[in-house]
């Protein structure tokens, strides 16, 4: 494999890693300080609704941390990549483990991160003893604003492009690897 091919691609999937958490970042502080949900005829931001107004379990505001947390992660892990990728020093078989290594974070760290969104969303909101699912209040047309469902599933979709990722990563890397341990064999 060639090296600068390799890393002009490593480059490109961190500016697209970087405009991807980006975008997850403003719809996670959009989705939970600016669209007005409507719960038992009272209208919250779902920060407020999952932290103060007392109708969710105590899970779910942990889980909307971790959510918050895993964007973080994945906005630094997307600036390490690009500055790794901008190191020339580096060595071919460094830099094969080092992307075997980064996909195999970015499958375990994601495989987590759509856990904890599958948890929140089928969490119960509970106004007044009628048992709501979180996913069905936002995916309701009369509670939540489409835009509001819309960053919901971007959430997901998000995920599913750190997966499809981290199995890239994670085979260049092994296929790197397995070329140059058979060049030192042969």
């Known amino acids: 494999m060639k090296r600068n091919l390799v890393l002009r691609y490593l480059k490109l999937y961190a500016i697209g890693f970087c405009l991807v958490s980006g975008f997850e970042l403003i719809a996670f502080i959009t ?10 005829s009272q209208s919250y931001e779902i920060f407020s609704l999952l932290f103060t107004s007392g109708l969710t379990p105590i899970h779910m505001p942990l889980l909307w941390i971790l959510l918050f947390v895993s964007i973080c992660i994945l906005i630094i892990f997307a600036i390490i990549v690009y500055i790794i990728a901008n190191n020339q020093k580096i060595k071919n078989t460094t830099y094969a483990r080092i992307l075997l290594s980064a996909g195999f974070f970015l499958l375990i760290a994601n495989f987590i991160k759509v856990e904890a969104i599958y948890i929140l969303s089928k969490s119960i909101v509970d106004p007044s003893g009628a048992s709501l699912y979180f996913e069905l209040v936002l995916y309701n047309p009369v509670s939540t604003p489409f835009f509001g469902a819309a960053l919901w599933i971007y959430f997901t979709a998000s995920v599913c492009v750190y997966l499809i990722s981290g199995l890239v990563f994670a085979a260049i890397g092994l296929k790197w690897m397995l070329l140059l341990d058979n060049k030192e064999l042969t």
């Open 31 to 40: 989705l939970s300080f600016f669209i007005p949900i409507q719960v038992s």
